[in-house]
């Protein structure tokens, strides 16, 4: 569905594709870089986990499914997402050069990269979105925003 409001000559469109949410402006009728982007709520990472254990069990995959083989075959989905990336360059936000081809492309391979993440977490019984949590709660601790605003050093490397 898509919900317009305008203000000052400038038209904003909500979409969603796919059950994604995107917000685009506009000017005078000429669309401008799109403003905002958030993920769909759905599916939640244990919906995903879910769906994937019910893939790997239909298969009788299990059996090929440790914890190291799922880990070689992330890092290998990794590789893949390099791939896509390589000898362009820096690539802006919204990688505004990519064809769609490319662009669905990248999204099969961030989702091989993240099915095999959250199949790998299952398996070594880490609760991946509570451990999310923790570790972000920690980084916050370890980064105070006033100490380290618009600096990307290493925590280690601030003197107090
Ligand atoms: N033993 C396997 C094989 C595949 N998959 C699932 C998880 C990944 O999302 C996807 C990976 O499939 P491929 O190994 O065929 O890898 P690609 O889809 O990247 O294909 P290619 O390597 O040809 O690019 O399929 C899985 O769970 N377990």
Request: net charge negative.
């Amino acid at each position: 569905h898509l919900l317009q409001h305008r203000s000052k000559g400038f038209a904003k469109s909500h979409s969603v594709v796919n059950g994604a949410a995107t917000e685009t402006s506009s000017k005078n009728g000429v669309a401008v870089q799109p403003q905002r982007f958030t993920f769909s709520p759905e599916p939640t990472i244990e919906e995903i986990r879910r769906m994937q254990a019910e893939f790997t069990d239909e298969r009788d995959w299990n059996q090929f499914h440790q914890p190291r083989n799922l880990l070689l075959a992330m890092v290998g989905e990794v590789g893949e997402v390099s791939e896509l990336f390589q000898w362009r360059g820096e690539v802006a936000d919204g990688l505004p050069d990519w064809t769609e081809a490319e662009r669905e492309q990248l999204a099969h391979e961030l989702s091989d990269v993240f099915i095999y993440l959250v199949e790998l977490a299952e398996k070594c019984r880490v609760d991946l979105p509570q451990a999310v949590l923790r570790k972000m709660a920690l980084n916050r601790l370890k980064y105070p925003a006033s100490k380290v605003h618009g600096s990307a050093k290493k925590y280690t490397e601030y003197k107090d």
